[in-house]
């Protein structure tokens, strides 16, 4: 049960650190936030772990499109 103190805490924590984040988002302007996706999706693609997931994960969203489509996605 020692745990459980420590859990609270980074709950807390946690709580502390995202509420001023979705403040923030929800005052920016819609350019401003879709430049940070931006951004934020093309580090993330660089990781090769996640590469693969995404482009299986698109692959089952659309089984139509063609590979050079999904990546471009």
Partial sequence: ????PFKRLRFRLEYAVTLPLFWGVR???RRAL???AYS????VYMLPRNRHVMLANLAVAFPEKPVAERRRI
């Fill in 27 to 29: 005052i920016m302007p």
């Fill in 1 to 4: 049960m020692t745990t459980r």
């Fill in 40 to 43: 934020l999706g093309s580090l």
């Fill in 34 to 36: 879709s430049a940070i």
